[in-house]
C-alpha cells in the first residue's frame, strides 16, 4: 500500500558512527485503506488463513503491515506495505510491523495486492518489479474487488511467470499448497480438492444449519412414528400387548 514516506533527515555534522539505527519494533505506518472492500478483502484473507492453520506456529501471515528492508537498517528508506503477505518458517506471533534486518533477513513468501483505480498501475509495475527484484517473493497475486480481476505470477529463474488458472479460474499457490479463487465476489482459499475453505462465520453457521436440519429430521421422525402408531391402533393392534 505505502509509497516512501517523509525522509529523517540526520544533521550533516553527525558522523556515520553516531547515526542511531531504529529498534526492530518499528510501528507499521501504513496509509488508510482505499475503501471498505479493500478492509473486508485483506480481514478475511488472514481471519481464513489463521483458523486454517491453527495448529502450525512457524508462519506470519498480515495485510497493510510496513515492511522495512533497507540495507542500512534505516526507517526512512526501503519500505513497503502489502495489502496481504504471509512469512513461512518463522514464529508466529503479533508484530508491530515486518522488520527483515530483525527476521533473519526474511521476506514474503506470497503476496497480495488488492488493486484499485488509483494504486492498480504501481501494483502492477513498480512493486510487481520490487517483489520480483528485491524480495524475490515466490508467489505473488493481486485481486481487484470490483471487477474480480485475479491474476498471479511464480518466480521462476528470478523472474515471474504466470500462473495458469485452472479450468475454475482458480490459481494454485505453491507457497501455500492452496488455490485462490473467486467466490461471490471475495477472493478466498480453496483445497487441492477444491474446496471452499470457511470462515469462522461461515462454520458456525454450518453448524447451525446441521443442527436445524437434525432437529427437523427428529421431528419428522416422531410424527412418522406417530402416525404408524395411530394406522395400528385403526386396525386393532395394541403396541403395548405385542
Known amino acids: 500500500m505505502s509509497e516512501p514516506a517523509t525522509i529523517e533527515f540526520v544533521s550533516d555534522d553527525t558522523s556515520e558512527d553516531e547515526v542511531i539505527f531504529p529498534p526492530g519494533d518499528i510501528f507499521s505506518d501504513e496509509p488508510p485503506l482505499e475503501s471498505d472492500l479493500h478492509r473486508d478483502q485483506i480481514d478475511l484473507l488472514i481471519r481464513i488463513l ?5 495448529q502450525r506456529q512457524d508462519f506470519y501471515a498480515s495485510g497493510n503491515l510496513t515492511i522495512y528492508y533497507s540495507p542500512n537498517q534505516k526507517k526512512s528508506e526501503d519500505f513497503r506495505g502489502p495489502d496481504f503477505f504471509v512469512v513461512l518458517g518463522t514464529q508466529k506471533k503479533d508484530r508491530k510491523s515486518w522488520v527483515v534486518w530483525q527476521e533473519d533477513g526474511k521476506y514474503p513468501n506470497l503476496i497480495i495486492e488488492i488493486l484499485w483505480n488509483s494504486t492498480a498501475a504501481v501494483d502492477k509495475g513498480l512493486k510487481k518489479q520490487v517483489y520480483q527484484d528485491t524480495f524475490r517473493t515466490p508467489d505473488y497475486f493481486w485481486f481487484h474487488p470490483v471487477t474480480v480481476e485475479l491474476q498471479g505470477f511464480h518466480l521462476v529463474d528470478g523472474k515471474y511467470q504466470e500462473i495458469q488458472p485452472t479450468t475454475d479460474g482458480r ?3 505453491q507457497q501455500l ?3 485462490l479463487g473467486v467466490y461471490e465476489n471475495k477472493l478466498r482459499f480453496f483445497t487441492t480438492e477444491n474446496q ?3 470462515s ?3 462454520l458456525a453457521q454450518q453448524a447451525d444449519e446441521r ?3 437434525a432437529e427437523e429430521r427428529a421431528q419428522q421422525a416422531e410424527q412418522e412414528i406417530a402416525r404408524l402408531r395411530e394406522v395400528l391402533r385403526i386396525q386393532g393392534i395394541d403396541l403395548e400387548n405385542i
Open 50 to 54: 489463521k483458523l486454517w492453520w491453527r
Open 171 to 173: 490459481l494454485w499457490s
Open 177 to 179: 499448497e492452496l488455490y
Open 196 to 198: 471452499l475453505i470457511l
Open 200 to 202: 469462522s462465520e461461515e
Open 211 to 213: 443442527a436445524q436440519q
